[in-house]
């Protein structure tokens, strides 16, 4: 091979690593743009519903997700990594099952149930609604929301947005609404928030259209009830004063009955003088009835005496 053959051999041998390396670079940068947009897409559309998902390419998008990737994408959300979105559903169904079934009476286990479904309902009357069922009701309805955001015959839009319903409105914390962001995406989870603040919008309409029909019955009914106080004082008014007549005649009454009361006690005494006089009389009259019949006593025997003498006297007179 001549000189110029051997030079264009080094210069081809030398072109072509250059191409390798070349080539090499731009597989590299490559697959890393393509991770940079698998992680924004991973960003807007959260994780896989489900095993049974599958990409654009064909492969499981499950498959797709690396430990290292799971890792990166629950760093900033904290807690358990999870593949799907119907897995961090179950958990937090699991999650608040549990704190429900916690709680130690059926009162608190009501309010429990109350606080985690208000955020899920989308207007006022069904809000209100919630007040009036019964505990079991309440279970039911927990129990029919998380089922609903699990069925598979949804179309994937429709069971993306019904598990974001889910997570985001049952998030409790900063970090339930962070992990509810990494796992259904940011278009999921704004589409979401957007509904919720549109559902807040209305009831704050309603609630306004409400408060002015109770400020309108208010001020109806406060008439009415200011004329019927009005009555009440008038009445209270003419009780008060028939009330402090009787209790002046009561106090008049009183002075009387002291009177009489003082009279009874003064007659009382009297009566008790005149029986003690009058039995001290009577003890006198009957000690001069009983000197009287002594002294009637004494005089017929004196008399009967001066009979006998009388007779001694005649008797002895005709003797002579």
């Not at 009555?231 to 009183?254: I, P």
């Not at 000690?287 to 006998?308: P, T, V, W, Y």
Request: net charge negative; proline share 2%.
């Amino acid at each position: 091979m001549s000189t110029p053959g051997k030079v264009l051999l080094f210069l081809n041998a030398i072109a072509a690593v250059a191409f390798i390396c070349l080539a090499a670079a731009d597989y590299g940068m490559r697959q890393r743009w393509a991770y940079a947009v698998y992680r924004h897409d991973l960003l807007i559309e959260g994780l896989p519903l489900d095993e049974q998902e599958v990409g654009l390419d064909g492969r499981s998008a499950v498959q797709r997700l690396g430990a290292n990737t799971l890792t990166q994408v629950f760093q900033q959300a904290g807690g358990k990594s999870v593949k799907t979105q119907g897995e961090e559903l179950k958990e937090r169904h699991d999650k608040l099952r549990a704190e429900i079934d916690g709680q130690p009476d059926d009162k608190t286990k009501r309010q429990k149930l109350e606080a985690i479904l208000i955020p899920l309902q989308r207007t006022g009357g069904e809000r209100d609604a919630l007040g009036h069922e019964k505990l079991d009701e309440l279970n039911a309805r927990f129990e029919k929301a998380f089922s609903d955001a699990s069925k598979s015959d949804l179309e994937p839009g429709q069971r993306r947005q019904a598990i974001a319903h889910i997570l985001v409105g049952t998030g409790e914390t900063p970090a339930d609404l962070q992990r509810a962001l990494v796992v259904v995406g940011l278009e999921a989870y704004a589409r979401e928030v957007d509904d919720q603040a549109a559902a807040l919008r209305d009831m704050e309409h309603r609630m306004r259209l409400l408060i002015d029909g109770d400020r309108a019955s208010f001020v109806i009914n406060h008439k009415q009830v200011v004329q019927q106080l009005e009555v009440l004082a008038e009445r209270l008014a003419d009780a008060r004063a028939a009330l402090q007549h009787q209790q002046d005649l009561v106090a008049k009454h009183q002075v009387l009955v002291n009177a009489r009361k003082t009279d009874l006690a003064n007659l009382t005494s009297d009566l008790e003088k005149a029986k003690q006089e009058t039995a001290e009389a009577v003890q006198k009259q009957s000690q001069l009835e009983n000197e009287l019949f002594q002294a009637d006593l004494a005089a017929g025997k004196a008399s009967d005496r001066n009979r006998q003498l009388e007779q001694q006297i005649r008797s002895q007179e005709l003797g002579r």
